[in-house]
C-alpha cells in the first residue's frame, strides 16, 4: 500500500534573542583623517605662516654685550683707546653705562676676556661694512672646461680652442678633458699629443698650470691665464 515520504521534522526555533543571533559590531565612526602637516599651509591653511609671523625675531651677533658678557672680570679698552685694566663685570659695565655706551667682548678667548666701550649698533655696521667691502675685494677665478676624445678632428678642436682663448682672456681658467673609450685606453700617446697641440696653440694667453695627467679614463689639463714666467 502507498505511504507519503516521511518529511523531515521542521528545524527547533532559537530561543535566543535576535541580538545575540549575530556578531556585534561596534558603532561607525565618523570620518576623522586629516591631512598631514607636509601638506598643510601650502593652499588655504595659513596657521603656519601665522605662527612663523608671530616668533620674536632675534639679533644675531658674534658679539656678546653688556648683560651677556658672562665671565666675572675682564679686561676694559676705554672708548678713547686707553687700557683700564682689569674690572669686575659689574663695574665695567658701571663705567659704560657712564659713558653712554656698551661693553662689547671682543676677545672671549683672552684670559681674561677683553671688552671694549664702545656704540655696539655704529661698531656692527662699520664691521658689516668692512666686510662687504672685503667680499668685493676678492677675486673669484672662475674654471671652465672643454671636452675633447683623442684623434679629434682639427676643425673641431679648432672651435674649442677658440672658446678656451676667449675664457683665458677674460681672466678665468680652463680644464682640458680628454676622455678614453673602448680601446683608447692603450693608446695615452695620442692623447698627450693633442694636449702638445692645444698648449702651443694658446701658449701667447696662457700657461700650463697642471700637466696632463691620467685619472681613470679620463686625461686632465689645467691651463691658467698670462703667459707663464721665464725663470731667473
Not at 3 to 19: N, S, V
Not at 77 to 85: K, R, V
Not at 118 to 140: I, N, P, T, W
Not at 154 to 161: A, E, G, M, P
Request: hydrophobic share 40%.
Amino acid at each position: 500500500m502507498w505511504q507519503p515520504a516521511r518529511l523531515a521534522p521542521p528545524p527547533q526555533k532559537f530561543d535566543a534573542p535576535r541580538a545575540l543571533w549575530y556578531p556585534l559590531r561596534p558603532p561607525r565612526q565618523p570620518h576623522s583623517w586629516r591631512p598631514p602637516d607636509c601638506w598643510r599651509g601650502t593652499r588655504g591653511d595659513t596657521s603656519i605662516k601665522k605662527a612663523a609671523a608671530k616668533a620674536p625675531i632675534q639679533a644675531s651677533t658674534e658679539y656678546r654685550a653688556n648683560s651677556d658678557i658672562r665671565a666675572v672680570s675682564v679686561r676694559v679698552i676705554g672708548a678713547d683707546g686707553a687700557n683700564l685694566g682689569d674690572l669686575l663685570l659689574s663695574e665695567a659695565l658701571r663705567v659704560a653705562r657712564e659713558a653712554d655706551l656698551d661693553l662689547v667682548e671682543v676677545s672671549p678667548n683672552a684670559k681674561p676676556p677683553v671688552c671694549r666701550i664702545l656704540d655696539l649698533g655704529k661698531f656692527l655696521y662699520e664691521k658689516s661694512k668692512k666686510d662687504k667691502e672685503a667680499r668685493k675685494s676678492q677675486k673669484v677665478i672662475e674654471i671652465k672646461e672643454f671636452r675633447l676624445r683623442p684623434k679629434t678632428a682639427d676643425h673641431h678642436r679648432s672651435f674649442k680652442v677658440r672658446d678656451a682663448r676667449k675664457w683665458l682672456l677674460d681672466g678665468m681658467k680652463v680644464r682640458v678633458r680628454i676622455r678614453f673609450r673602448g680601446r683608447e685606453i692603450t693608446l695615452p700617446e695620442v692623447a698627450h699629443e693633442d694636449m702638445r697641440e692645444i698648449v702651443a696653440d694658446l701658449a701667447d694667453v696662457s700657461h700650463v698650470e697642471s700637466e696632463a695627467l691620467i685619472e681613470g679614463r679620463t686625461m686632465i689639463m689645467m691651463l691658467a691665464p698670462g703667459i707663464a714666467k721665464a725663470p731667473a
